[in-house]
């Protein structure tokens, strides 16, 4: 069975920093593309960002490109999201899924809030 958990959000400021993880169980984490997705309240699920199974291309939204970077850690089965420069538009829960474009989430994904 597939798993995907999600951890790292919490409470930051305009301009502020956090690193989200997601840890994937259940499937070869190796040989999967993944992504990240959010969704902000009252809105629909909006795909982030996404890598490649070698780690080596990596695709972003345009609203986040230049401050956020994924990243994936194969031996820990880890998928990571670092976000810089965080505006209060940021502000949703955050999904990891599979696929480079994946927005389906799997997992009860984790809080990210950009309030002053």
């Known amino acids: 069975e597939v798993q995907l958990v999600e951890s790292g959000g919490g409470l930051v400021q305009p301009g502020g920093s956090l690193r989200l993880s997601c840890v994937a169980s259940?499937?070869?984490?190796?040989?999967?593309?993944m992504s990240w997705a959010r969704q902000a309240p009252g809105k629909g699920l909006e795909w982030v960002s996404g890598?490649?199974?070698?780690?080596?291309?990596?695709y972003y939204a345009d609203s986040v490109k230049g401050r956020f970077t994924i990243s994936r850690d194969d031996g820990k089965n880890t998928l990571y999201l670092q976000m810089n420069s965080l505006k209060i538009e940021d502000t949703a829960v955050y999904y990891c899924?599979?696929?480079?474009?994946?927005?389906?989430?799997r997992g009860q994904g984790t809080q990210v809030t950009v309030s002053s």
């Open positions: 890598i490649n199974l070698s780690g080596v291309s990596t």
């Open positions: 259940g499937f070869m984490f190796g040989r999967t593309d």
């Open positions: 899924a599979l696929g480079r474009y994946g927005v389906t989430p």
